[in-house]
């Protein structure tokens, strides 16, 4: 079921709530909105437990945590931890048991999914049991958000925007503007700056992320980001993965082919598959000049940085993967 992330906050709050909710397509800042709204209807001393281990047995976690004799919610973030074969077995079978039980307001079942693939057969039974509720939601949301846990701080427009732009990236925006506020204290108007100054590495591991992705083909998390400062810390990351990758591809096309070690060495990573279909794909000359021209375009062009390399990046995209 389709639901506006305002519309389902409001009947969390108000209404009886179900036994179980699946929420797809769900970041976690809105994740966490939607389950005080559940905490609230449920009431005072509710307990919430979250499973995060691959190796525990569900149902064992529900009796240690005394899941049937007070009021707790369960969370299963299939973001924060990657279910075992049997964990995924067991998912389908409490959706299974719990969702036909009474409506409860002592005991619920939260299961999170935003960007990893939820197997099929899980995401069709809790769409026919009417527990999948699919977020609709808007960075409008996001920062709605955000100003009700900080009332007392002000954004500048650059401010928001930067913080939009950091979503795409999977970084915590709560975190983020939370240590802005202290390093910047007293300070009640934030802008940019005082929020870029407190980012850590997270988010040069996410974009880390990104270039690994681009590499394989994959251009749908490109950012929409307009400065060319923000911009050119993406590039400078993407400078460093496309030239390895013209080197590798250079050094086995001299020996007469790729060495599987020496690239995930290079890229510190064991999922090289599709990176290593990308290198038989591409063309190093395309794939040189046209970085290239991104790098000069995205100083003297007459166009926003990011207009060059999404061109180039799609171009890169549809060469790659035909």
Known sequence: MLRKYQQLKVELSKKELK????????????????????????????????????KEKISDFFYSQ??????????????????????????????????????SSERVLVVRAERKQVPKNISQLAEELQVLFWVIWTYEDIMFILKSLFPDVKLTDDAEAFLKNLFHFNVDPVSVLQKAVIHSYPKK?????????????????????????????????????ERSEDINVILSTLSHYFFSFVRLKVEGSARGSLKKIQI???????????????????????????????????????????????????????????
């Open 189 to 225: 108007y934030l802008n940019r700056e005082d929020i870029a100054s407190v980012l850590s590495d997270e988010l040069s591991m996410n974009i880390r992320k990104f270039a690994l992705q681009v590499l394989e083909g994959n251009y749908k998390n490109f950012p929409l980001i």
């Open 19 to 54: 036994p179980v909710y699946f929420f797809a397509n769900c970041p976690k800042i809105i994740f966490r909105d939607l389950l005080s709204s559940i905490k609230e209807n449920m009431g005072k001393k509710t307990e919430v437990f979250s499973l995060s281990s691959p």
């Open 264 to 322: 995930e060495n290079e890229f510190k990573t064991k999922d090289i598959d599709k990176i290593i279909a990308s290198m038989k794909r591409a063309n190093l000359s395309d794939v040189i000049h046209g970085f290239l021209d991104v790098l000069f375009k995205s100083r003297v062009g007459n166009y926003s940085p990011s207009f060059y390399l999404f061109r180039f990046l799609k171009d890169f995209s549809d060469t790659v993967k035909t």
């Open 66 to 103: 005394g899941f049937f004799y007070s009021k707790k919610i369960v969370i299963l973030d299939l973001e924060n931890f990657s279910p075992s074969s049997h964990q995924l077995e067991e998912i389908y079978s409490i959706l299974k048991k719990y969702s036909r039980s009474e409506r």
